[in-house]
């Protein structure tokens, strides 16, 4: 028989297991008895304990960890001058075997060793899969070479399956390929623990091509039982390929509705399929088209619908009808279950349409998984716990964490608890989709976790809505399921509580006090957890310091930064300078700046567009356009060209010296260059117009930006209506003020005429103590640009303007209309 070798040569796990009792005392009494009855209570003279007296109580002290106790009564059977056997051993080496003890099943053949004692098939057996259990795989071949050398003795097939099971579980493929060498060159061949073993170590080291490789050469000696089916669905499933498992569990479907054999299970609870295991060549073929032919028996046709399965296992169909009429089906299929009675076949079956809906949800493959839930239901196969978190997770990743909230209730219902992994799942889409309360509901809800990631993707969840306090509930629940963060979470925690003060404030004393103490007790907690720093943790510590403006201990965690990661395979990177010049250059540092750049270069660190960007902007501290045009020079000479933020600084360079005409002369050539202006950009110049008392260049700027269709922000409003209020042309800025609100809300008169009569009512004009209250929450969703508008809207109708939704026709729009019919190029 050909042996397989693809690529990583064939691999398997888990080995073959005693059969023997486990060590309780009822099962250590009968063994007594039984042993006694065979080995005679022989003992070496008066006073003396017989053998197997003593051999019980080495397994008995080896049951309660009294290891030291265990190796003195093994001495004392060594010192007695008695001619011993191997029954005088066997009951320590089953121990041995089935309790995965190697040293001391080592210890005990020391002891035979030394007394003479004539092994036979058993001990070795027993020796082997006690040293392969354990991970000892090079005494086991040792052993197995022993064997070979010996004539009486010849290593049998259990062994060598015993050998692959250690090679899988310490997943050594080498030890593997040795044994499959030794196995070929002596002949023994394989049985169906062989092809279970080689299947194991396949999954393990995640190679498809060899677990199919292993179903072909297993099909040409042996018909495929329902129990080697399963481990097929198993394998094809934990790999991910739907289509072969899906048509190796209708064979099985196929297979249980037909009947014909029975389910056994061993004393450790393995279920088996009770026949010889005797190889007969197989015609069973996984295809769609051999599948096809067994399906037309119309008893089955309810159940498995080929060419529906193939397009669904394949992702390629949007909708289909999967099975026959509902009632018809379940009928048919719960008076055909009848016919297999037996609990064992419903529970072998139940585990392979579970990995197959597990697969679907890694995959993902909703549909499949939805059509194989119901495939269930009529064959009176109810799904259980397990087979709903394999269907919530697929649900979930392709429709989102409503669907999936509406399948566990209905699994409620059903008055099946789900699984903690279940309400994760469903945990981590809600916090993804924001929605806190319902994350946080369920992660309450969870007994166990064995994973910290649905903390911390409620924690991202509360980063991105800026709510830290919700935050802190996680955190609690955390600590009291003992459940250790990982280093996602504190790159989390420096973002959520690095920063104490809220937006539009400015670091003071005593928040940088506060924010040292918070970061000292995140750094605190991971040494006690025994993580460092990862780059993105240390981001987020750097943007925190530099957020608060506490520059000297920004340089500080720099240079620890820079030590730290030296030392490793990574370096800082480019990104964390970034966050030190830009806080730097927000802090008016512009010298420490440039040395940071300087050293950042020198050490090899290339810059990017936005560190010429930062940099570019810190020559607008100093006023410096000579150094700033020199960095564009090297900005395009490292292939970056420059950008809306480029220009910016550029412009706010020339403002900063009075130099109004050349400033608007390079907007113009940023726009004839293709640059895309933002609000940004217009209010930097607006600013400056403002401070010098230019008018117009605040209208030819406000012109613009409605030609450029740039809608105008809170601070677009401020500069236009304080430069005309500096000048008492306090009329004509409640107008601007009023048509630049418009614009906030939307430069589209359908949309405003849409919006008016609700704007008006709940917000502009109402006389409800809460009115001001609801637009300030429009600041929680994010709307800042509407809720500035109607607080402007609602303050100019206080005064007792006139609101008009038509801001296009209002008189200020038309006369910048009109004055700056082409604004771009327009001389000041």
């Not at 499959?180 to 623990?193: A, H, P, T, Y």
């Not at 300087?598 to 000579?626: H, Q």
């Not at 601070?715 to 005309?724: D, H, I, L, P, R």
């Amino acid at each position: 028989m050909r042996r397989l070798k693809i690529s990583l040569r064939l691999i398997g796990s888990s080995c073959w297991k005693s059969k023997a009792p486990h060590c309780g005392i009822g099962g250590r009494l009968e063994s007594l008895q039984t042993f006694s009855a065979l080995s005679g209570h022989r003992s070496s003279g008066y006073g003396k304990e017989p053998v197997s007296s003593v051999q019980m109580q080495i397994v008995n002290a080896l049951c309660l960890g009294e290891r030291s106790r265990a190796s003195s009564l093994l001495s004392d059977i060594g010192r007695r001058n008695i001619e011993l056997t191997a029954n005088d051993f066997v009951y320590i080496l089953e121990y041995c075997a089935r309790s995965t003890d190697p040293l001391f099943v080592m210890e005990t053949w020391r002891t035979m060793g030394e007394k003479d004692v004539d092994l036979d098939d058993k001990c070795y057996l027993l020796i082997i899969r006690a040293l392969c259990k354990g991970g000892y795989l090079e005494e086991a071949l040792n052993m197995m070479d022993m064997l070979q050398k010996d004539h009486d003795l010849y290593p049998i097939l259990y062994m060598y399956n015993n050998l692959l099971g250690g090679c899988a579980r310490i997943q050594s493929v080498s030890r593997a390929n040795e044994c499959l060498d030794l196995m070929e060159r002596r002949m023994v061949g394989k049985n169906e623990i062989t092809y279970t073993e080689l299947l194991k170590l396949a999954v393990l080291q995640e190679n498809l091509p060899v677990v199919h490789e292993i179903w072909k050469e297993y099909i040409k000696y042996y018909s495929p039982s329902i129990t080697s089916l399963r481990k097929f669905v198993w394998a094809f499933s934990m790999l991910r390929d739907l289509e072969a498992a899906y048509i190796a569990l209708q064979h099985m479907v196929s297979m249980v509705l037909r009947g014909g054999f029975i389910v056994g299970k061993t004393a450790e609870g393995k279920l088996f399929t009770l026949r010889l295991d005797i190889p007969i060549p197989s015609s069973f073929e996984l295809d769609l088209k051999r599948c096809s032919e067994e399906n037309e028996d119309p008893e089955l046709s309810g159940f498995i619908n080929t060419e529906e399965m193939e397009a669904c296992a394949s992702n390629n169909k949007q909708g289909f009808t999967f099975f026959t009429k509902k009632s018809e089906a379940e009928n048919d299929g719960q008076s055909m279950m009848r016919k297999c009675h037996g609990s064992s076949v419903m529970k072998v079956l139940r585990w392979s349409f579970n990995d197959v809906i597990h697969a679907c949800a890694r995959s993902p493959n909703c549909r499949l998984a939805e059509q194989l839930i119901l495939q269930m239901q009529n064959m009176g196969l109810e799904p259980s716990s397990s087979t709903y978190d394999g269907f919530i997770r697929a649900v979930v990743s392709e429709r989102g964490f409503h669907d999936g909230i509406e399948v566990l209730k209905s699994m409620q219902c059903k008055n099946l608890k789900p699984h903690d992994s279940t309400l994760a799942t469903i945990a981590v889409g809600c916090s993804e989709g924001l929605e806190l309360d319902l994350a946080e509901a369920l992660l309450d809800q969870i007994s166990k976790s064995r994973s910290v990631h649905p903390y911390n993707a409620f924690l991202k969840a509360c980063d991105t809505l800026d709510r830290p306090e919700r935050a802190v509930h996680a955190l609690v629940k955390m600590k009291e399921m003992k459940l250790q963060p990982n280093i996602r979470t504190y790159e989390l925690l420096f973002s959520l509580f690095g920063n104490v003060n809220a937006p539009y404030e400015e670091g003071n004393m005593l928040s940088q006090v506060d924010v040292a103490k918070r970061i000292h007790a995140i750094e605190m907690d991971m040494v006690k957890n025994g993580i460092q720093h990862s780059h993105w943790s240390m981001r987020n510590l750097l943007k925190a310091l530099g957020a608060e403006g506490m520059v000297r201990e920004l340089i500080q965690y720099l240079r620890v930064a820079e030590n730290q990661f030296s030392r490793g395979y990574s370096c800082l990177g480019t990104a964390s300078y970034n966050i030190v010049l830009h806080s730097l250059v927000e802090a008016n540092e512009s010298h420490m700046a440039v040395d940071i750049f300087k050293s950042m270069k020198s050490c090899g660190f290339l810059p990017d567009a936005a560190t010429y960007n930062i940099m570019i902007d810190c020559c607008s501290i100093v006023r410096c356009f000579k150094s700033a045009s020199a960095l564009v020079s090297l900005m395009l000479r490292d292939g970056f060209y420059p950008q809306a933020v480029t220009y910016t600084a550029l412009i706010k360079i020339l403002l900063g010296n009075g130099d109004f005409d050349k400033a608007l002369s390079l907007l113009d050539q940023g726009s004839l260059e293709g640059i895309q202006s933002d609000v940004l950009l217009f209010n930097t110049v607006l600013r400056e117009a403002c401070e010098k008392g230019r008018i117009d260049v605040i209208e030819l700027i406000a012109q613009q930006m409605h030609q450029k269709k740039v809608q105008p922000d809170p601070s677009t409003c401020y500069y236009v209506f304080q430069a005309y209020v500096n000048h008492d042309y306090i009329s004509t800025a409640i107008e601007a003020l009023q048509v630049l609100s418009m614009r906030m809300i939307s430069e589209e008169d359908s949309i405003l005429e849409e919006k008016r009569t609700e704007y008006e009512e709940n917000f502009i004009f109402s006389e409800d103590m809460e009115a001001e209250s609801r637009i300030l929450e429009l600041f929680k969703d994010c709307n800042e640009n509407l809720a500035v508008a109607l607080l402007y809207l609602r303050w100019c109708a206080t005064l007792g303007f006139e609101i008009s939704w038509l801001p296009n026709r209002s008189l200020w729009a038309r006369r910048l209309s009109s004055n700056y019919a082409n604004a771009e190029g327009v001389a000041v």
